[in-house]
């Protein structure tokens, strides 16, 4: 990927959490965008989202967000000077989710080799 392009891709997600944060300040509360990936055309791009609560918030959230997605798509392009404003389709990221669970079975593993090593016993001086 091009210096180019990871530039517009930050560039998009900064615009993004921006504009919510601004306009939708309470609804966007439970939002967190987490990265964009703009097309090299420019002209398609995914936004990656994390939704803090239970999966009927995240569902309610994302019909929202795809609700109010052409008004963030305007923004963006009227603050980011490109040759095209991308067509952009949000995603729910549950890599946050999945990081915590590999850490709880990691955790677990750890504790059961503890469990299964005897004490090493005391070296006489």
Same mark, same amino acid.
């Given at each position: 990927?091009? =210096?180019?392009?990871?530039?517009? =891709?930050? &560039?998009?997600?900064?615009?993004?959490?921006? *504009?919510?944060?601004?306009? *939708?300040?309470?609804?966007? $509360?439970?939002? /967190?965008?987490?990265? @964009?990936?703009?097309?090299?055309?420019?002209?398609?791009?995914? !936004?990656?989202?994390?939704?803090?609560?239970?999966?009927? !918030? @995240? !569902? $309610?959230?994302?019909?929202? &967000?795809?609700?109010?997605?052409?008004?963030?798509?305007? $923004?963006?392009?009227?603050?980011?000077?490109?040759?095209?404003?991308?067509?952009?389709?949000y995603i729910i990221d549950d890599t946050p989710v999945r990081a915590a669970r590999i850490l709880t079975l990691l955790d677990e593993i750890e504790?059961?080799?503890?469990?299964? /090593?005897?004490?090493?016993?005391?070296? $006489?001086?």
């Amino acid at each position: 990927m091009s =210096n180019r392009l990871v530039r517009i =891709n930050e &560039l998009v997600q900064r615009e993004i959490s921006a *504009y919510l944060r601004k306009h *939708y300040q309470s609804e966007a $509360a439970c939002l /967190t965008i987490l990265g @964009a990936r703009i097309s090299s055309d420019l002209k398609t791009g995914k !936004v990656f989202v994390s939704i803090i609560g239970s999966d009927e !918030v @995240a !569902v $309610a959230r994302m019909k929202w &967000l795809r609700k109010i997605a052409p008004e963030i798509r305007h $923004a963006v392009g009227s603050n980011i000077v490109m040759k095209w404003t991308p067509l952009l389709e949000y995603i729910i990221d549950d890599t946050p989710v999945r990081a915590a669970r590999i850490l709880t079975l990691l955790d677990e593993i750890e504790a059961k080799e503890k469990a299964k /090593t005897p004490p090493a016993p005391p070296q $006489a001086e």
